[in-house]
């Protein structure tokens, strides 16, 4: 498994578990667990939730696949941006560290920006770890101007990592936000790398880069989030056969000839383009 290192020097694989919408409506329970073990199995260790999801039914269901396998995963969750006051983010990460089953969340992310000043919520995040009640904090839905006011008020290495869209329909970021993480050495993560399974798998760009490949085209977008350093990428998956399909992506590396492919149908940007987010 291709692996990420973050600031502190910790490595996590640079593919791992997306987990919005288990857990909920009619979704198969059993199978959305069972997806996420056989992906564990596979390398995928690192599991993506957020107190947000299912209102907290997915931290649950995670809780529920890792028990009795804590070791050797890397578990993010994030907080509200509603709950990120001082006191609200260290009792939202309590109920969230309960909902888990665990005693440590290994990366904490405030999940976007609202009104609470960025000062509280990093004040709360390093009180945490203080506690050792999580290892690391970073942000989520952070653009370069989040950055760089977060740069005023904390030193950028604390901040391990920013969880953001990316796929080749939404590459934006690749004009600043990338380039500027890439200098900061922040990680990268990319949610909803297969375009949460629509149309971006039906693309004919990638319809015919997988067949080059004998691939699937959820395969190649990830290999396409995945080409570049210090970008981790956290598709979900709710059965074990799309679980395993993504596991193997990790094999796969594009050529020029399908980045080529991949550029003129989603061309990249060339100017600074607002943050898309989900
Ligand atoms: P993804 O791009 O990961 O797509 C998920 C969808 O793709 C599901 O419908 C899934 O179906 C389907 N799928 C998975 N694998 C395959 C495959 N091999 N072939 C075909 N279809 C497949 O979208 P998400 O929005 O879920 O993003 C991933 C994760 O990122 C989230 O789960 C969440 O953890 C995080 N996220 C974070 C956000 C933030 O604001 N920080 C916002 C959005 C997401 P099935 O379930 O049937 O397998």
Redesign the pocket.
Known sequence: MKRVTLPDGTEVPALG??????AEGS?DRAA?IA?LQAGIDRGMTLI???EM?GDGA?EELVGVAIAGRRDGLFIVT?VLPSNASRIGTVKACERSLKRLGIDRIDLY?L??RGGVPLEETVEAFEQLIEAGKIARWGV??FDVDDLEELAEITDLHGCAAN???Y?PEHRGIEYDLLPFQHTARMPL?A????????RL?RSPALLAVAKRHDA????V?IAWALRQQGVIA??????T???L??AEAVKLTLTGEDIAEIDKAFPPPKRKQPLA??
């Open positions: 578990q997306g987990t919005w919408m288990m979704g959305e997806a993506d939730t957020a999801y997915s994030k992310l999940h976007w989520s839905n969880q953001v869209l796929n993560m949610y909803s790398p297969i375009g949460q399974g629509g798998l699937t085209p959820a395969q977008a956290i598709p979900k998956a709710g059965t056969a799309h679980a399909q993504n987010m989900i």
